[in-house]
């Protein structure tokens, strides 16, 4: 069975939005086994849409298009998709009946102009979009099933996954019963490597797993090894991927973050929760990154307590209470300084770990024996203050930063494994 997935819209083709929906369905469809053979994003030109629609519906069993079904005038996949079939669009009353039930549910006055999102391709078979005023809609051209959905990513998962992927399991001969997690890739989070390093370590991984293919994903300054594997293997196939996964992390040792795909954060987070402990920080040269990218993760208002940007030296000793003679003596961006931040924000907030970061972003404020990309990082617990300077070689202020916040989360991994005795 053959896939394919078109994307439309002007504003994915001038990069204004990202195309995240073609991720989400090609993710979605491996998990059942299916994998896609062509990806197309296209503008929203009628003519060049009708075209593409019918192109790509040729010798493949499926094809799903996103985007261009609002109520715009640059809102043309309807239109094309009848062109592409040769057919009119019509007023679909059970379209119109749907957009009409998602005004009276949310109290708004709906305009004339959401009519039109009723003007569907004759013979249409309608797809009920809950969360949004735009329905979709299925049809089949050249033998192929086609699949119309919106563009809005909330809208679009929640169609696909009640509706079209279902319907396209159910209609490849793929039992409802079957366990996708066999088949969903598998992510393992990796810190400290080059994605050169890491692929020159896994090279001979195909070799000794028949059936798993890895890949390598740049998420800087983090790498994702991500093994796909081979549909229809069975018991056989399970067994060695799961023996994959094992080769990855004993391969690659304490560089491995997480094995389940977590972001540094996410695995922090995960840590914090299972100790039930507590965080505090002090930023200077990351700003706050670090707190941000903490509070990106659900839940974290059970372990983060408070963040302070003491940018400034005088900041860090009236609210730390760093000592002058401290700075004085060593520099802010010093261990002795940063440990004492560490120390000074968990005294402040009775956390269970204080982090701390101190360090040259660039692209000035260097000064002898302290380059661009130096960073010194503390972090305080109940009966330790550990400390480390590293320098890094990015020229780019805001590489600088990232790499400066990862390092801060990846040293307070490394210490809160260590204290339960996991390193």
Known sequence: ??????????????????????????????????????????GDDPRTMGRTISEMARGTDFL?????????GDDMTAEAAAGALKVKTV???????LIKAFFARKGWTMSQSNQKQAMLPEGSRVIDNRVGTAPGFSLSISGCQCFFLPGVPQEMKKMAGEFVLPWIQQHAGLSPDRNPMDLTPKT??????????VGERLKDLPRLFPGVRPGFRADFPLIQVKLYPEPGRGVEGEKAFDQAKSFV???????????????MQEEVGRLLGQQKATLALAESCTGGLVASMLTDVAGSSDYFLFSGVTYSNDAKVRVLGVSQATIDRHGAVSEETAGAMAEGVRRLTNATYGVSTSGIAGPGGATPGKPVGTVCIGVAGPDFCATRRYVFSFEDRTLNKQMFAVRALGDLRYRMLKETGNV
């Open 1 to 42: 069975m053959k896939v394919r997935i078109l994307s439309t819209g002007d504003e994915i083709m001038s990069g204004g939005v990202v195309d995240t929906n073609s991720s989400f369905l090609a993710a979605a469809l491996l998990s059942l086994g299916l994998s896609v053979d062509r990806f197309v994003a296209i």
């Open 64 to 72: 799903i298009v996103t985007g261009g079904l609002g109520p715009t």
């Open 91 to 97: 007023l679909n009353n059970e379209a119109l009946d």
């Open 249 to 263: 992390v004993d391969t690659l040792g304490h560089r491995v973050v997480s094995r389940d795909g977590l972001t």
């Open 188 to 197: 393992i989070t990796v810190f400290g490597l080059p994605e050169s390093e």
